[in-house]
């Protein structure tokens, strides 16, 4: 039956779709395992220890470069350096060294370990000479003087992960050559002037993941062995903690607190501070001279806080900064004059910061700058261009050197460009040269081929630009996205969008009222109603298009958001001019697919209970099959796209590599399938193509196929007859040549 064909078709081109976008999101895909990499231009992945290790195992070698490896201005050095312990000598050459119960002493007297096993207390029968004692994981609940004093020699003392609630005061006091104190991850809430009382030689102190609200370290004042203090992830706030005079103090670690201000004597009294990290606190105000004597200070991590405003002349004491982190902050007033005295900075975090209407020469008076972190890919090439290391370095669409960043991405904008064009052009071809009775619907037909024909030259415009940026894309992106070439590409995809999704919606309600409806008042449209709504829709599609050109006509960028020049600002929904496509893809957009599949649903539902009380007629089945597919394709097209954006718009996150992938592939999908839908699926299209060249080539090749099997036919009735006469060896007439010639020549001359 002839609606078997268009079903044929329906489910072939759906299950192709299926497929092909199944594939090409395989191939696409970046993201591997977690704790693996991938490596560049391919779909391998690499463990993270295999990562940076010396050793290539990406095909590029790209697992080892240093650009991937090592940021030399923002790595954060921790404060260990290479010691060796004396020979273990017991102050007493008499005394018996008794290794504790479940503890691990190794071969020496001088280092024991002895933890999870359970103790409450510090053991007391080990050598006086003890050097390290480590007691991690156990229910130690307080720092007695009684357990420290016979251990006046110890240089490392681990009680992390302990459940310590109380140091008492003078606990150390006979430790005076201890270097390492550790007491992380316990239950300490407070630290008073007294708890570390004697502590004289001491580097490193670290108090890490405990409950501290208030901390007074002023038991280290003037002290010059101090160079490290770890406070991170505590409670402490803006006026609890009291940092005494530390001339020698190299890095502090004040994460993850509860400080809401930087006033101007908090660290005034660490003048040879090189490391700071305040990062994720609750910091919203920074007083101007707050900074002023870190003259030394190389690196500063403001990340995740709630920073607003800077002062003008935070950084101006600060000419040795290599490293700035300001990432994750609302910072407003990120300009040249906040940024200007610092002429040694070699890494700059700004990641999460909107500086689209910022001085594009912000950052080249930073001569040094090796390193930078964007909130957006395109800020790399508009403000930092002659910056050496960039992040990000894709968009999901275009990466450093290639428009289309993913090989799969540039066969696909071929491939699609090619075939929406061509299909299409047959479209217009056939409509035009073609006899149709169906004026009307042969008018709406040629106007939404030519629609969807833009979308084709739309996907080609980019394929070329794509080719034209090979490999040095770094160079000519802002000059693209703010080109006025982009713009217009832009507007032509537009333009195509939206005419071919208020035709689909014209024809769908005029069809609606014409099947639905056969007995109203609605009269079928004539060739002029057809070509004035025609008309209406290109100019409404074309202002539609054209608005945001003169809205924001200072400013190129609702459509050279991105290297693609199509405005769906799904990557940063808030971008300019986002209340505008939130109105054409949320609005127009959702309301002409619900318009469509209102009407179709309607037919078909009017057809359905027309026809209930007989068998559905062939063309009648087609039709709804037809129906079916239409809609189907619809939503194929738009639902995608309308369901990332609310998603995107309600910060939900969204993978970036969608973005190209819903303007490469998603977004051409009506424009490719309509030609199938409402041309060559139809009876009258295979009508035409019977009576046309195709028709007579297919019916050429018939005959010749049936001339050969008559052939075949006639030798075989030949071969049959001789094989007859040669076994009957009675007759001798069948052995004389002139009767074997003239029964062949007989049979030859039969018609």
């Known amino acids: 039956m002839k609606y078997k064909h268009t079903a044929k078709v329906g489910i072939s081109l759906v299950s192709f779709l299926i497929l092909l976008s199944g594939l090409m999101y395989y191939f696409g895909q970046d993201k591997c395992p977690k704790g693996t990499f991938p490596c560049a231009n391919c779909t391998i992945c690499i463990s993270q220890s295999a990562w940076c290790n010396g050793l290539i195992d990406c095909p590029n070698g790209d697992d080892e470069n240093e650009e991937e490896c090592f940021d030399s201005a923002g790595s954060w050095g921790f404060f260990f350096k290479n010691r060796t312990t004396s020979k273990c000598v017991p102050s007493d050459t008499e005394e018996v060294f008794v290794c504790p119960e ?94 570390f009382m004697g502590l004289e030689s001491l580097e490193m102190l670290l108090i890490e993941d405990n409950l501290i ?104 004491s600060m000419g040795n900064l290599q490293t700035l982190r300001l990432g994750f902050n609302p910072i407003e007033n990120l300009t040249i004059s906040v940024l200007r005295p610092l002429q040694a900075l070699q890494s700059l ?42 992040r990000p370095r894709t968009d999901g669409v275009s990466s450093l050197s290639h428009l289309l960043g993913k090989p799969i991405l540039r066969a696909a904008v071929w491939g699609i460009s090619c075939v929406t064009c061509l299909g299409n052009t047959l479209v217009l071809w056939g409509r035009l040269t073609a006899r149709d009775e169906n004026r009307v619907l042969s008018i709406i037909i040629r106007n939404l081929a030519v629609s969807d024909m833009l979308m084709g030259i739309y996907l080609l415009i980019i394929a070329i630009k794509d080719t034209e940026f090979r490999n040095n894309y770094n160079l000519m992106a802002n000059d693209w996205m703010s080109s006025w070439n982009c713009t217009l590409v832009g507007i032509l995809a537009m333009i195509s969008s939206e005419v071919s999704v208020l035709i689909l919606s014209f024809m769908s309600v005029e069809r609606f009222m014409l099947i639905a409806s056969p007995l109203s008042k609605h ?74 599949g209102y009407a179709y649903t309607g037919m078909f539902t009017s057809i359905w209970r027309t026809r209930h009380a007989t068998s559905l007629a062939v063309r009648d089945s087609e039709f709804a099959l037809r129906f079916f597919f239409i809609v189907l394709t619809d939503a194929a097209c738009w639902v995608p796209i309308i369901i990332l954006k609310i998603a995107a718009m309600t910060n939900y996150p969204v993978p970036p590599d969608l973005h190209a992938w819903i303007v490469v592939f998603i977004l051409p999908v009506n424009s490719a399938v309509n030609p199938l839908l409402y041309t060559f699926t139809t009876p009258k299209f295979r009508e035409i193509l019977g009576e046309g060249w195709f028709g007579r080539i297919r019916n050429f090749v018939s005959r010749r196929q049936s001339g050969q099997e008559s052939q075949i036919s006639r030798a075989s009735s030949n071969k049959n007859v001789m094989n007859a006469m040669s076994r009957d060896n009675k007759d001798p007439e069948m052995n004389v040549p002139g009767f074997r010639y003239v029964m062949t020549n007989d049979e030859n001359s039969k018609p």
């Open 349 to 390: 975090d700004v990641q999460e910061i909107e500086i689209d209407n910022m001085d594009k020469n912000m950052f080249a008076m930073l001569p040094n700058l090796y390193f930078v972190y964007f909130k957006k890919f395109h800020y790399c090439t508009t403000y930092a261009p002659h910056v050496q290391v960039c």
């Open 523 to 596: 009269r079928p449209l004539t060739a002029r109603d057809a070509y004035s709504s025609m008309i209406v829709i290109w100019v409404t599609g074309v202002t539609i298009a054209f608005v945001p050109v003169i809205h924001w006509r200072s400013s190129t960028r609702f459509y050279g958001a991105n290297g693609l020049c199509f405005p769906l600002h799904i990557d940063n929904p808030f971008f300019v001019g986002w209340e505008y496509s939130a109105f054409i893809f949320l609005g127009l957009n959702l309301s002409g697919l619900l318009v469509i």
């Open 102 to 195: 479940l503890c691990d002493c190794g071969n020496t007297t001088c280092e024991v370990s002895c933890e999870n096993v359970g103790y409450e207390e510090i053991p007391g029968n080990m050598s006086k000479g003890m050097k390290k004692i480590a007691l991690r994981g156990n229910f130690i609940t307080a720092v007695l003087r009684k357990n420290l004093s016979p251990y006046k020699k110890l240089r490392s003392l681990y009680l992390n992960e302990n459940r310590i609630i109380h140091i008492e005061h003078g606990a150390f006091e006979n430790q005076k050559q201890l270097i390492w104190l550790v007491l992380s991850s316990n239950r300490l809430n407070e630290i008073h002037k007294g708890d």
């Open 213 to 316: 609200e208030f901390a007074d370290l002023s038991d280290f004042a003037n002290q010059s062995t101090l160079e490290w203090i770890g406070l991170t992830k505590n409670m402490i706030c803006s006026n609890c903690l009291t940092l005494p005079y530390l001339p020698c103090l190299k890095d502090l670690y004040l994460d993850m607190n509860q400080i809401e201000e930087i006033s101007e004597n908090l660290l005034s009294t660490l003048p040879s501070l090189t490391g700071l990290s305040l990062q994720n606190n609750k910091i919203r105000s920074i007083h101007e001279n707050a900074f002023r004597n870190l003259h030394e200070l190389s690196e500063l991590n403001l990340a995740f806080n709630r920073i607003v405003k800077l002062p003008t002349d935070l950084f101006l």
